[in-house]
């Protein structure tokens, strides 16, 4: 009996936005492991049994799949977003080039997914439409000056910015910080959009200035996305709009 | 009659990564307007008009779903990948900004997609498992020397990137300006990846070292991954894996 593991990606939230691949998946899953509030999104299925984990042990839910799947199981590991950006499936490569040798010779397929960023840049419009950057903003991860570097260097290319992680108990200042370092380069009126829980019921989206923005309010749903000096906001009946426009320091078509 | 316009994300290729929202509003469309070889791939449906158009259009395709939607149809406009990253998404906010006022009133939904380097980080494990930039190489859009000043920006800042329109009929040469650009100050040995046709039938995946990098083909369909410095290949028995680990310049927990 031959295992084989696929990380998915569940993506925001709603089932509108799974793809099929991801669902065929789940649905073929002898195993399915996971952080415990995504698992619960998932119906009861006869004969599949969920592993569920707390948040924080990403590295032990890697190795716990692989055993699985080295055992002959059929095993998802379900994955908020899409699993490779700031997800589980870095962690189940790391474990693999750490694991036993045989884990090596399991079929491992990752399954892609709709990320934060691209559920919260099409609820506003197209913040994303030119030159981007993802950046966690976690410390558990990396130190912190490696991060404000990154902003102060993202910023001088002049990328939009895509911060993931933007919360933190023990650091409650650091989101602060990301927008003072920001704030050094990029105008005070460049638009930052908080966009919270995208695409599920408490969705709440707030669009301000930068200079605004160390004000606000961000939990652990809350993916924030910093413009470049080109993004612009269109002020519209049905609502405001934010895109960056494609072309960047030559004449516009328009 | 009130017309709606949706922009969505027809992902890479295959229906397996077309995610159900996007396929909920092709079925609902009177007119599909799009680049002529996404339409080829929707099935014939009787009442609906398929509207295709050359790749080079961008802006006037959006002002025609504009036109139509504003007409009281309930209009798609069908983007590759995601649309909101480099794709139409952008255009269809820089025709409603420039356009009639009427524009501002029609109600526009964005539904995301699976982005290339999504599919393309997934087929080849995790590469863009930690902080990474986007970043279009086309200078149709953008002055070849932003291009170079993004590339050495985000090589400063160890971000992965993810290359997208690194073909050019125009300038054959502009890929390997860019990776000599990146070769200054990443390491020779760095991972590189060209991501052909990801899910397509034409799939091809070549793994490479920087100093090499110059040498590969690459042609529309191709987008390229840069590791960064911490960016592994690991050996398998069942094919390499390219994976960037998610934590950086802190002890690993492997």
Redo the contacts between chains.
Sequence with gaps: MTGRLTVVGL?PG????????AS?ALDAATDVVGYGPYLARLPAKPGRVLHASDNRV??ERAQHALTLAAEGRAVVVASGG?????AM??????????GPAAW?????V??????AM??A???L????????????LSDN???WD?VL??LR??S????VLALYNVASRARPHRLAEAFAALGEIRAAETPVVFARAVGRPDEAITICRLDEAAGMVADMATLVIVGSSQT?V?????GP?V????????G???
Tied chains: 1, 2.
Aim: hydrophobic fraction near 50%; aromatic fraction near 8%; glycine fraction near 8%.
């Design positions: 993506g709603p089932e509108r936005w799974i793809t099929p691949a065929a990403e590295l899409d699993p490779g950006v700031f499936a870095a962690a189940v490569f790391e474990a693999i080039e750490a090596r010779a399991l079929e491992v990752v399954e892609p997914g709709v990320t691209l559920a840049a099409a609820r419009g197209a913040p994303l439409g030119h030159d981007f950057a993802a950046v966690s991860l990396k130190p490696v570097k990154r260097l993202a001088e290319a002049d990328f612009r269109i002020e519209r009946p049905v709009a895109y960056t426009p494609r072309s960047y320091g030559v516009h078509e328009v």
